[in-house]
């Protein structure tokens, strides 16, 4: 179920594991029938953690969503509500309780916060006069999550928003817890290196929590080398380009939803045979993507250029297979051959299914649209015109296309011009709008405080340099065998990766000038380990690096990571952590006002 | 005794009888044994080249020299201390109360005296007598002292009022056994210790009995009338059964228990009638045993439920002894009481045997776990039962292993080939691991340290001939008698048996030591047993410190340095502890200097807040990163300051400000909102 969790450089299996075993505890603490109230955002990540099977082998019986009014009748003990620490669904809660009373002799009610208890909540819940009524108040640790075997998030959706707009740090905070329980499970992370402001606070945190912790010596031997720190705001371009690999193509058209993308269904109904099309399903065809599926492990990380030829070569490996039953003379050869039957048919369907996602994904990619919007951003990435007001914004805008590609190029041109002209800002701001309604400032001041979007100060643009000296832009980018990690951008290579392939080698001293031009310190520290816990190296054993991206991390910066640790002569392997995994779009929502009434 | 042990060749039979003629001159009770010893070796047969335990015998005379037989097993009295107080007058006329487990002792002279002129003094002594504190006491007449589980000194006064000190003589606090005994006045009281913790009973001026089972969950229990009892009863104890407290009392010729409903007449089982009515009596130290003592000088004992009897004993002595304890430990072989009269002591076996010691002075006895204490006013000694162990070890002329493998070291030490005969002996039986372990426990048991090097090392001897043996006991037991040593120094002043110590267990020892702050011993303690150091060395350092705090002759700059030199990093130790420690002191600017040290926010901020130090815990919060500690502060802050203040304090912190910016924002218009 789990199984591709465990086939990493480090098994990440052991972290679901503790929070399964987590889970079980507290649903054993109540006893009897239980059903539990779910916040509804919640249900996604719990999913990567439990199956509904765990919780109805510890008598789960119903389970609801969280909304106002009465709860839906259910004969149970126990009931449990699983919520986010959030003053509006405290309010909600309240008003369940106060009208389920009236109707149901005594249920006991619990309350669950995910990832933390907090005060707050909990005044609130006195104010409404019902703190008293539940019988459990627990929190429930969930901070990172494990999504593949390489690849953790806290599907912390407004930490971006939280850290730059808002200037909460909850977010960093619960980063630092995780990293702890995370050390707590696979060692003491010897070094810590960071850039940027909520690297260094996560870090500050980190090692005060563990002077708190003094005393009781983590005696297991460490797992992770180096912990990488990444503040978003250091490289805010990435994002903001259309992802090019396969898997990073996906989440911008279809977006990918805790592991699952949710594809129209007329593409694989045509797959059955002999149903016709006559009732063509109506549900959007859901899928899991995971490393689980061996043809999409393979496939998921190239460019989506490439991805044709894979499934071309992999098409012919399957028939070929398939045809090797002619061959099966013998008894023995064709027990063999029918033993092998299940992993081919599975592999078969699992190549129609991508052959269908390929062609959705190339009916997209092949539009016009998509190549001149790809075309600009890759001008703004080479730095052409970038201090001119683009006309293809321009008409994009007179077309009244949907406003997130809009701010995604405007942001672009922004931040690959460092700043806009005022001039020209103010052109893009007074076009915006007025196409899209004035509502939009409060977007467009909130872009301009994360420093998405603002006036070129003084200072001379220094995005050239960066550029070059990091070699943001390869001009020969091999798609199909990749040399660089250049190829998930078709030519741009992402910032971040950049910086993290740098710190392995040379290190971060070689690109000093650089760094001080990002936002945000950088900085070194280092944890002392209990003797006798320091590893020694075999010869060519690869050092392992965790990869924390604070606010967020796009598929392809992953797809990227993923191809330095594959690389022969890199001696690194890489683990991936983030709050959330982003796209351009739904990191733009995530900064928009009042998101919910943009969403169309 | 084995009949089988030879006769000693013709220069060991005289240097034998050299011992048995010092022995005899050391005690004369010790002769007895030696002779009828004696007779049983002399009268077997010679086989020439077996080893010769008659060797035993002469260097271990010495040990041997203070046992006394009581049926078929030992008693013997150690000496434990020559004790450093001086009192002028003895123990007469004082109210004296000594803590088991070697506990402190504190000593009331002329408890009843009322003159406001010259108060009568309360000194409180280390059971080696060592002065801790004293100092007059200015409440009202004392009828009873007694210690708590706690090492805390109970003094329950006439009017029922019970004051409660602490070992420095620090008034800790008080309460009243009840308002009717202000008039009826406390008549006797007892303080016992339940599983509960530790009680106070008291009998009136009315005859009535009032209980209190918990002195720190205070529940004053008054017990049923007893039957024509007038003024004081003739004797009473406290019992605790099957968790419940009961007190057994004689009124007359009859014998009542009284539980929290009922009194119900009770009848020794086996009481001989003519044994009149009881006129003293006594629980064992487990509560499980009783002794009575009767009007015809009859010793009854029996199981405390009254079920079943043991013995008794026509003691030939009508008076009743000034005191009676129960001396016993645990698996006794031959549980005795121990009576005691003014010039005599006495210790009746179930078997009817006794022994006699004469007592100079006026002494009082402690009944421990096993054994009993006897505090002169110039020494104090030890009476117990000799542990089976050493008997076997010791005994003259004994055969058991650990005896012949202590006999082998010694001719070991002596360059002798006779280790090498006593070895083969052991070894041609098989029984060298239990020589070992039988050394090893020997050791444990034995109070003087020559004794116990001289077991250990011919223990250790004996392991080189073992291949998998294992150390552990060995080592533990190494480690365990050095730290009784150290405690048992007059100067620390606590005589633990290895007995007592196991059951008290090393947390209570290193608890009791840092309480009576031998702070540089209980560290090494700690280090020595290599304990964890949160448990160990921690518990200690946060001791230390909050002690350090109250220190009002320090600056708090060199306090916080004192502090902070010694504690460091030392893992488990709340610097928010000490800090509100000093707070507790009035020294609030030290608090907050040590609160600096302190790694935990979520530690910090409540104290801070306490201390009004609301701006300091805002940032504290802030830099902790927790947001749901900023939310309290803030929450706390809206709640104290006025409005104006409240916001000038949040612009100063920008997070802080943000976040309530967002609370705001979330709760409903009007309802405390920020109002903007």
Known sequence: MAAHLSYGRVNLNILREAARKELREFLDKCAGTKAIVWDEYLTGPFGLIAQYSLL????????????????????????????????????IIAENIFSEDKMHPARDFHILFVPRRSMLCEQRLKEQGVLGSFVNIDEYILDLIPFDGDLLSMEYESAFRECYLENDQTSLYHTAKGLMTLQALYGTIPQIFGKGDCARHVANMMLRMKREFAGIQNQILPVFDTLLLLDRNVDLLTPLATQLTYEGLIDEIYGIHNGYVKLPPEKFAQKKQGEGSKDLPTEPKKLQLNSAEELYAEIRDKNFNAVGAALSKKAKIISAAFEERHNAKTVGEIKQFVSQLPHMQAARSSLANHTSIAELVKDITTSEAFF???????????????????????????????????????????????????????????????????????????????????????????????????????????????????????????????????????GWRSIEEVLKMLPGPHFEERQQLPSGLHKKRQQGENRTTLVFFLGGVTYAEIAALRFLSQMEDSGMEYIIATTKLINGTNWMKSLMDRPQSQTS | MSTDCCLPTEEEEETGRGGAALAASADSSAVIILSSCGSVRFGSGIRTSRPNPSLLFLSMAFITANWNPLGDAFYRKTELYEMFWSLRDGLGDSLVAAAPYGGPIALLREPLRRSTSSRPQLDIYSASGVSITSFPWKSGPVVHLGWSVNDELLCVQEDGTVLIYDLFGTFKRHFSMGQEVVQSQVLEAKVFH???GTGVAIVTGSSRFTLATNIEDLKLRRLPEVPGLQGKPSCWVVLTQDRQTKVLVSSGAELYVLDNTSCTAVYPPGLSPQAGSI?????????????????????????????????????????????????????????????????????????????????????????????????????????????????????????????????????????????????????????????????????????????????????????????????????????????????????VGMPLTHTQFKQMTLQVLIDRLVYRQFYPLTMEVCRYLKIPDYQGVSRVLKHWASCKVQQKDLTDEAIARAVCSKVGDCPGVSYSDIAAKAYECGRPELAIKLLDYEARSGEQVPLLLKMKRSQLALSKAVESGDTDLVYTVVTYLKNEMNRGDFFMTLRNQPVALSLYRQVGSAEPEGVGGPGW
Not at chain 2, 379 to 398: H, N, R, T
Request: glycine letters at 4%; charged letters at 25%.
């Open chain 2, 279 to 491: 006129v003293h009596m006594a629980v064992s130290f487990s509560y499980k045993y009783l002794a009575l003592f009767t009007e015809a000088g009859h010793l009854w004992t029996g199981l405390s439920n009254l079920q079943e009897r043991l013995s008794e004993v026509d003691i030939k002595r009508t008076a009743p002894p000034t005191q009676m304890v129960w001396c016993r430990r645990p698996r006794s072989q031959q549980p005795s009481v121990v009576l005691m009269w003014d010039r005599l002591l006495l210790v009746v076996g179930a078997c009817n045997d006794t022994i006699q010691f004469p007592m100079e002075e006026r002494s009082v006895l402690v009944g421990e776990l096993d054994g009993v204490r006897i505090i002169a006013p110039c020494s104090q000694e030890l009476l117990q039962e000799v542990p089976l162990v050493c008997q076997d070890i010791f005994k003259i002329a004994s055969m058991a292993p650990g005896a012949l493998l202590l006999e082998a070291h010694r001719e070991y030490e002596k360059s002798s080939q006779k280790a090498d005969e006593y070895l083969r002996e052991i070894k041609e039986q098989d029984v060298l691991g239990d020589a070992v372990r039988q050394c090893v426990e020997a050791a444990a048991h034995e109070y003087d340290p020559d004794t116990q090097k001289a077991l250990m090392r011919a223990a250790s001897f004996g392991k080189c001939f073992l291949t998998d043996f294992s150390p552990e006991q060995f080592v533990v037991t190494c480690r365990e008698l050095r730290v009784l040593n150290a405690v048992r120094d007059s100067s």
């Open chain 1, 372 to 506: 001149d919007n790809l075309t600009v951003e890759q001008e703004f990435m080479t730095g052409v015109d970038t201090d001119k007001v683009n006309t293809y914004i321009e008409d994009s805008i007179a077309q009244k296309d949907p406003l997130i590609k809009i701010l995604r190029l405007v942001c672009m041109q922004s931040v690959c011009n460092n700043g806009l002209k005022q001039k020209v800002l103010d052109y893009y701001k007074r076009e915006i709008l007025q196409t899209y309604g004035y509502e939009h400032i409060l977007t467009l001041s909130n872009l301009e405080k994360a420093g998405l979007l603002k006036p070129q100060t003084a200072s001379r643009n220094n995005y050239p340099t960066i550029r070059k000296t990091l070699k943001l832009w390869m001009e020969d980018a091999n798609e199909q065998n990749p040399n660089d990690i250049s190829y998930v951008y078709s030519g741009y290579a992402p910032l971040s990766i950049r910086l993290t392939q740098v710190l392995a080698r040379p």
């Open chain 2, 194 to 196: 339940s599983p509960y």
């Open chain 1, 56 to 91: 109805k082998e510890h008598e789960v019986e119903k389970m609801f969503t969280l909304k106002g009014g009465r709860l839906p009748p259910a004969d149970v003990k126990n009931i449990i509500f699983f919520v986010r620490p959030r003053l509006e669904l405290m309010d």
